[in-house]
């Protein structure tokens, strides 16, 4: 059976197919949910597809900033993304970095449509995605601080904050979150989340935190922030608390105060 439903995007643009796909809309988009799932002698057809037309992607990632259609192109673009070839695809090219972007939309439903795409491309193939982290930790984590972490948006620090420790808390990580809790820009931005009014984004920033605490080899100047600011972050520490009791969030906490009380300049 062929995949006939991708030959759209040879003539999507033109105005005929795009009056067509928007009131078939929600049709197309289950049929290509659908497809990523179907098998020809154990062959997922859709993978070996993508693979021979890859620039298919190109048209959908820039779906995100039709405000029409762009929640109908992320649930394709994410049903696409589950290949994995696809996805190092999307990672490899400049499209990764328009996330940084349609993140902070101020269509509300679009932005977390990207988000949760974002979240998907960077958690779901590992493999793909340690290599691709490797690669490009400088430019990546610079953005990902300066775009996310630090935006005036409440809704995107909170999103990226738990991606992080998401991806760093990933064993599949391992080498990157080394390199990340090595970093003293990394970790002012952690002690400035520490003290957001938000519960939330506290005890995710907390999770993260921790690894720059737990890191056996600790660069000095880590050591030295950490040695200068012992007394706020101790009282930081102490008003961080979940909701609800959590023996596994005290036990982390307990230890991660006693080695900050430890640590000598």
Known sequence: MKISIFRYKKNLKDEGSMRLLKFRRKD???????????????????????????????????????????????????????????????????????????????????????????????????????????????????????KLLESSNYITRRQAIKLLGDILLDRSNSVVMTKYVSSMDHLRILMNLLRESSKTIQIDAFHVFKLFVANQRKPSDIINILVANKNKLLRLLADVKPDKEDESFEADKAQVVREIVSLKP
């Open 28 to 146: 197309a988009t289950q049929v290509v949910a659908n497809l990523q799932r179907q098998q020809v002698n154990s062959r997922l057809i859709a993978s070996d597809y993508l693979e021979s037309n890859i620039d298919l992607m190109d048209f959908l990632v820039d779906g995100f900033e039709n405000t029409d259609m762009a929640l109908h192109y992320g649930t394709m673009f994410r049903e696409c993304i589950r290949h994995q070839i696809v996805a190092k695809y999307v990672l490899d090219s400049q499209h990764v970095k328009k996330f940084f972007y349609y993140i902070q939309l101020p269509n509300f439903d679009i932005a977390a449509d990207a988000a949760a795409t974002f979240k998907e491309l960077l958690t779901r193939h590992k493999s793909t995605v340690a290599e691709f982290l490797t690669k490009n930790e400088d430019w990546f984590f610079a953005d990902y601080n300066s």
